[in-house]
């Protein structure tokens, strides 16, 4: 009220540039604070497994906690041996969803997950990709349906997608169990690259929990 009354009792006592200023500094917290991510961090109550959503700018990335014994038993399940279920078990394994939540008609979206980088401690590294899988498991003698059916289960490498188009699969990132890191990743719309980062990513623990009854 005080502005106002100055402005229209005395105008000339008013510092115009730094009105102006602080008129252009609103307008930049404005627009920034619209573009700001929505970082959702939450916990299923059912199993206490821990998930991380990050959505802004038409690109919406979920990665949800996969206990080891999950996926220990997913992959016995489909013809893999004990040690080597056990190796992907203990490589930080997430179910990921990849969604365009864009309100554009032509805004499609697309990733490619082999750029994206994990930063734990002072290293930084890929995901553990497609490539590295498939020469682990020929190595480790897998029967070819194991290797196919551990394929199909991946996040795939390289995305593209409508507006609502979904996708989900398993994104592994090479860390022992209850480890901690960043994600940084990218991708593309419209032209344009975007890049986001999720920070304090915890891998799930190698825990026992007793079946609910």
Known sequence: MKFISLLINNPLSLNIPALLLLFCT?????????DE????????????LKYWQWDNDGFLLRLTQRLPDQTRAYFEARGFDEASAEIAATS????????NT?????QKISATISHWQVVSGESSKQLLHREYWRN?????NQSQSARVAFEWSLL?????????????????YGLPPGSQFDLI????SQGKIFEGRIDN??????IHPEPAT
Request: charged share 20%; aromatic share 12%.
């Open 26 to 34: 609103a307008l930049i917290i404005s627009s920034s604070y619209a």
């Open 136 to 140: 682990l498991w020929l190595e480790r």
């Open 102 to 106: 864009g309100t554009q008609p032509s």
């Open 185 to 188: 990743f990218s991708w593309k």
């Open 156 to 172: 795939p490498e390289s995305v593209e997608y409508d507006i609502n188009d979904y996708n989900w699969g398993m994104s592994s």
């Open 37 to 48: 991510p929505v970082i959702e961090r939450g916990e299923d109550p059912a199993t206490g």
């Open 92 to 99: 930080c394994i997430f179910q990921t969803m990849i969604k």
């Open 201 to 206: 990513v915890i891998c799930a623990d190698d």
